[in-house]
């Protein structure tokens, strides 16, 4: 990890409204390069929201979401046009769902998936991106001969890391994840944070993981942040907050969890 | 559409008396109007989509109700009317489509394709090159290339406003993993004046060469669909491809049975039972001129296109 | 004698909500200051908070009150009120601590949990590897166990895998939290050796070592942390 003077996303006062109804409210938080921010908090407390507010998906009702980008500098991603959004998305930031059919085109080929940021970019040499395809197939541990086959015929865990692959394909500094382990074995969620925990320290990758497994947030996240009602109750250092919760709600959380 | 619009238009057609009772062309003038207006935009943003309020028409949607709405709002008593289908002149849909107008505006019918001022086709661009001056209208079945890919119409709208396209080429990323190469024959897409990405409508891709720099004015018309657009003429038209895959039309080892010739768009035809086979050109027109410059037909030649006249005849649509 | 770590007026209290708010006041007015080369015991009777003040140094748990500063790549830097980031950066660079437990991604060899700490600083894998081959190899870890996962050991081939995470990199600062409790008497001796060489490279240690034996071996002084004030 390249230690690093300046943040890569800093999020200020950041609040939601669908009506009078509050998605999220008051969100604010720094993430550094390499770093991996874990979003805890009951179903229904603005955990998705935030992440689709975040990467503009949703328009933010109040705040500032600003972000270092590698090719621009320091933007305000409330000034961006929604070209520059959406090509800002598919360069430097990545999205990963929970459900992998959403954040995968099922109707190609897994090739297909992995390829298609590269052509979106203007990459028209099909032998360049076939070698790009197989790389990312191999790093993300399927194997190559299962370039052309169509996604439904994967595995949950293995869709879940061609969705990693697709976005990461062009090489983000940050991707943003919607229970990334959730619906999977517990076998195979290891595999998976044993790969995400690799690619992180390999490309100095920041993620954002939203997520209500306790035990991803320990083995994978540096930072944390508690939500409950669509605010951050307790927000800090992950394993302070796991070991020394102060929040009321932060601690219920903690001594819910089951010990195996 | 040459000259001023006459409401009573002087009859070129001898043989079919004009229908009482029906506004010339069919559509009423205000129709028309809406529907030039919307050509104007189509032509003045060249391959992108404009919708328009489709009517009924008095075949239905999927014979090509888009183009006959374009070809009624624009023609005008003087006009010369060719319509083809599958390149032919003389199969049901392009026979109903020419009965329509010959029926309501009494307009000149030719099959020569350099006399025609206004050329309504499905599936084909004839074989002999268009001017300057004559109208290109195709029927089209689907006019949003990326659906195949993005079923959602707002997203794809999104995409070809921000000229969001790299969908457009996974679609032949997966023809070469496939088949080795881009194996998408018709309806292969084209970037209109580097700018919109559109579908040719579902032409062979042999045709797409065509378009580019065309002379003639190329209108679209979508029914079902309600969108119209255009290219001008002159216009840049290329069609997609990958530096180590580039852009290739059909070839044929084999020459029209009928005239010989190497060059045009041959369709195969089974002649008996026997499973016997024939090529021929797939432009009637093109091919009877050949014809008619060259020697009389043999009579195995006049076999080969009774084959083909019961063919065609059978698969119109 | 270089200060390498200095805390004071370190105050600690739990209110724990789940039992109706109840408030343990663990550490009062704590004041240490460690430099280098030294090896700290913790003493006091148990409960007194031993374990406590060594998370507090290790910013594990945040004190009500009173600052942990740290000399970290040249500069003090105060973990109690540091971002999470530079706190990370300090325990990358600066201190190791050694817990009583072991916590891993299941599936991850043992060879590549010792081999972490180097590699995340830029070393090589093969370079870190070979380290921690040499280190697994002293600590009497079987080789047959290198690619094995360490979360099917035994509880005192798991502390050995913990110690030898810390001790694979030369850190300036060391936190021991009962680092021998469950060794036998053969490898307790390897490991008190390799404290020993540590503190002897100057490195600053802080530890809670319930052996009486281990504790005469190799503190330099003890320190009672129920002691009120300054120091």
Known sequence: MIFSK?????????TKYFGDRVGCRDISFELWPGEVLGIVGESGSGKTTLLNTLSYHLEPTRGIILYWSEQQGLVDLGQLSESQIRYLMRTEWGMVRQNPREGLRMRVSAGANIGERLMALGVRHYGRIRKEVQKWLERVEID???????PETFSGGMLQRLQIARNLVTQPRLVLMDEPTGGLDVS??????DLLRALVAEFNLSLIVVTHDLAVVRLLTHRLLVMRHGEIVESGLTDQLLDDPHHPYTQLLVSSVIQV | MRGPLKLQPKMKSKSVPLQEGYNFAYLDEGTKRMIRRTLLKAIAIPGHQIPFGSREMPLPLGWGTGGIQITAALIGPDDILKVIDQGADDTTNAISIKKLFVKTTGVQITERTEKATLIQTRHRIPETPLKEGQVIIYQVPIPEPLRFLEPREPETRKMHALADYGLMYVKLYEDISTHGRIATAFMYPVLVHHRYIASPSPIPRFDNPKMDRMPALQLFGAGREKRIYAIPPYTT?????FEDYPFEIEKWDQQCALCGSRESYLDEIIKDDQGGRLFVCSDTDYCQQRREKGKNASPSEVVAMKAVRRKKGDETT | METRLQAEDIQKTFILYLQGGKKLNVLKRVYLTLGAGECVALT????IGKSTFLRVLYANYKPDSGRVLVFHRGQWINTVEADPYHILDVRRYTIGYVSQFLRVIPRVPALDIVAEPLQRLGLSPDESRLQA????RRLNIPESLWEVSPTTFSGGEQQRINLARSLIYPYSILLLDEPTASLDEKNRAVVIQLIREAVARGTAIVGVFHDREVRETLATRE???????TE
């Not at chain 1, 190559?144 to 169509?150: E, G, I, K, P």
């Open chain 3, 133 to 136: 081959q040499d280190l697994l």
């Open chain 1, 144 to 150: 190559t001969d299962r370039a052309n086959d169509l």
């Open chain 3, 223 to 229: 320190f009672d942390v129920s002691t009120e004030g």
């Open chain 1, 6 to 14: 300046e943040p890569l996303l800093k999020v200020m006062g950041m």
């Open chain 3, 44 to 47: 006091g009777p148990s409960g």
């Open chain 1, 188 to 193: 195979v969620q290891a595999r998976l944070l």
């Open chain 2, 237 to 241: 038209v290329k069609s997609l491809d």
